[in-house]
């Protein structure tokens, strides 16, 4: 019987950066092919650019993976690897398969130089490929600095099927005399990936578009070894909307921009899931446990997918409204911490900041509650709700004004608005009963909804645009509802 190897697959990201939210896309799809088959998922940490690797990066790839759900069953960093490196690309000299080169950076930038003024593509020119063993022995000998290049075949067509791509063809003539090990003893990406993804025991490589080209010097690397390659599959480019290269220019692109903007992590899978992944049905919405069961690379496009901000906030908004109101005031809490409007300062206690009141978990929901069903991000909340937060309304008189109203329009509009608000009882001072009582008020006083509801809704959130009246009125409550008309009839004194 045939033994069929587990799958293992890995994300190997550089900590030079924010953790770019097309990496999380190659996470994903890498995840997910894997956990399908109970397989493993492996993190490795590629921190061989001594200049640009941070720690704080790194802290970010790992918080951001953990932060998804996207769980690693193994973590290697490449800079503790160093040694196993350069054992291997000394076995590829005694192979023949790589060699010493001695060219100084300014015999390089010169031969750059002479190329792009001739327009020829930037490749090495083998000066030091068949320098004799005496030649380099004495360069050796006398500490020359060198790099190790690979030894690139000639004449040949290498050829990759690669699971989204399908057949690609390369012809070994085009390809560079590529470096594997640098002067400074630490290995490029090319000879560190291909030992590791052995080494690792990597069944499948699932990596960004823009790796395709290196491929074929990766299975000449695994051929001059003597090692069987893992399996190929080379997920689209992320586009922006005018179809370019997603970047900063086009707005957020690491995934601590959109996990402070208040992007859910279900959001985030679900919609980086289908950017590029066609379910083979009309379902757009699902769960990670179905992502894990009905994920295929054979349905990723080749195609680049359009990164749309406009359907991640119709994502967002959509998860956001299926969460039960104690789940999404516990979302919101941070975001209303960040903009100082309340802080925590006991067991579901909070204060409020600009009132020094004190106030209960049960508060904050009624705030939040006022817009479950209309923010599209977490972030808005803070702005959206400042006016529950805050003591003293600051708005123009301007704005208490509906159409062609007059000052004593307002003032008569605001009066039946605060007598009726008092009559209620406060235990049945409840968005239904308010909206009843002022609807009933707007017939016997021969007004538009507008001329009477305008006005309290501005005296109430001091905006023209906020929840309606009578759900706000209910959530300030009975005390705080009549002291903000007060203060709104002194504008119309």
Not at 92 to 116: D, I, M, P, V
Not at 165 to 180: A, C, H, I
Not at 257 to 280: A, C, H, S, T
Not at 393 to 414: A, G, H, P, Q, V
Request: glycine fraction near 4%.
């Amino acid at each position: 019987m045939k033994t069929i190897n587990k799958i293992r697959t890995r994300f190997a990201p550089s900590p030079t950066g924010l953790l770019h939210i097309g990496n999380v896309r190659t996470a994903l799809y890498a995840y997910l092919f894997a956990k399908h088959d109970k397989g493993d998922f492996i993190l490795r940490i590629e921190d061989t650019d001594r200049k640009r690797s941070e720690a704080k990066y790194e802290k970010d790839i790992t918080y951001g993976l953990k932060w998804l759900g996207l769980e690693y069953d193994e973590i290697y960093k490449q800079s503790e690897r160093l040694e196993i490196y350069r054992k291997h690309a000394k076995d590829l000299l005694e192979k023949g398969a790589a060699y010493y080169c001695f060219c100084t950076e300014e015999r390089l930038e010169k031969l750059r130089r002479q190329q792009q003024e001739k327009k020829l593509p930037p490749r090495y020119d083998e000066h030091c490929r068949n320098l004799s063993k005496e030649e380099i022995e004495k360069k050796l000998k006398n500490k020359t600095p060198y790099v190790i290049r690979m030894k690139m075949p000639r004449n040949r067509v290498v050829e990759i099927n690669d699971l989204v791509r399908g057949k690609v063809e390369f012809n070994t003539n085009l390809l560079d005399d590529q470096v594997l090990l640098k002067s400074d003893g630490f290995p490029t990406y090319h000879l560190a990936c291909v030992v590791d993804d052995h080494l690792m025991k990597i069944t499948h490589v699932v990596r960004a578009e823009e790796w395709l080209s290196s491929t074929p010097k990766h299975i000449l690397l695994y051929e001059a070894f003597e090692w069987t390659p893992p399996k190929f599959a080379h997920i689209p480019m992320l586009l922006s909307p005018d179809r370019k290269k997603l970047s900063k220019r086009h707005g957020a692109v690491s995934l601590s921009d959109y996990r402070k903007q208040g992007y859910l992590k279900e959001v985030i899978l679900n919609f980086m899931l289908l950017l590029g992944w066609n379910p083979g049905s009309k379902k757009e919405i699902f769960s990670f446990k179905e992502m894990i069961k009905e994920f295929s690379l054979k349905r990723v496009h080749k195609a680049g997918a359009v990164f749309d901000i406009n359907r991640l906030d119709w994502f967002n908004g959509y998860y956001i409204r299926q969460k039960d109101l104690d789940e999404f005031a516990n979302l919101c809490i941070p975001h209303l911490e960040k903009a100082k409007l309340i802080h925590k300062i006991g067991e579901n206690k909070f204060e409020i900041i600009d009132t020094k009141e004190k106030v209960y978990k049960d508060f904050i929901k009624k705030a939040v509650a006022l817009e479950q069903k209309r923010i599209k991000k977490l972030s808005e909340v803070s702005n959206f709700l400042k006016f529950f937060f805050s003591g003293k309304l600051n708005y123009e008189k301007s704005l208490l004004f509906w159409k062609d109203m007059k000052d004593k329009d307002i003032r008569n509009s605001l009066e039946i608005s605060y007598k009726k608000l008092e009559e209620i009882d406060k235990d049945g001072f409840s968005a239904k009963n308010i909206e009843a009582i002022l609807k009933k008020a707007v017939e016997e006083n021969n007004l538009t909804n507008g001329e009477l509801l305008w006005p309290l809704r501005v005296a109430l959130t001091s905006s023209d645009r906020s929840p309606g009246p009578f759900e706000v009125a209910e959530a300030l409550g009975k005390e705080k509802s009549l002291q903000r008309i007060k203060e709104a009839q002194k504008k119309i004194l």
